[in-house]
């Protein structure tokens, strides 16, 4: 009674606190803490050409830089492996009906994904590639709001400074 609630009130509360997995209740044992169940966000992993085409557009694609590179520090962590190991960078341009739509900059780990340093990714784009050749049992998505920089805005052919989308997959 020290703060002043009925018992069918404190009852309640603790039934609405098991019904969302909060807390575990046992008869003539008491009522604990639930314990912590990790949270999984499960999305399928699509490839932009499928997203394009899914629309009724032309998808094209053009690879406009590869070349393998000593990981920095920045791309060493995101990849969880240490600075200077070799990774592969690939700079590509998507389009839809010829508007260039997506700007792609990866790194791929040559040591966790040793085929792709035999593949030109003339053809083909990474992500396509990625998906169809490793298997995925974890990735890390993050997607940021930026303004476009010089090199952004040219090859995506709008003006400095408008708002983009900068997506990091690991």
């Not at 009925?6 to 009522?31: D, K, P």
Request: aromatic fraction near 6%; charge should be negative.
């Amino acid at each position: 009674d020290l703060f002043g609630t009925s018992r069918m009130t404190v009852n309640r509360a603790l039934q609405m606190l098991a019904e969302e997995g909060m807390i575990v209740r046992h008869r003539r044992n008491g009522t604990f803490v639930a314990p912590h169940v990790a949270e999984h966000a499960v999305m399928e992993l699509r490839d932009i050409a499928d997203e394009i085409e899914a629309t009724g557009a032309s998808y094209t694609y053009e690879l406009l830089q590869r070349r393998e590179v000593a990981a920095d520090q920045d791309i060493a962590d995101r990849l969880e492996i240490v600075a200077a190991t070799k990774v592969l960078f690939l700079r590509c341009r998507h389009l839809s009906d010829g508007e260039p739509v997506l700007i792609e900059e990866r790194y791929i780990n040559l040591v966790a994904v040793p085929g792709a340093g035999q593949e030109s990714f003339v053809d083909m784009p990474p992500n396509r590639w990625l998906l169809r050749n490793v298997p995925w049992s974890a990735v890390e998505h993050t997607i940021l709001a930026v303004n476009a920089t010089e090199a952004q805005a040219d090859l995506l052919d709008v003006p400095l400074g408008e708002a983009c989308l900068l997506a990091f997959t690991y």
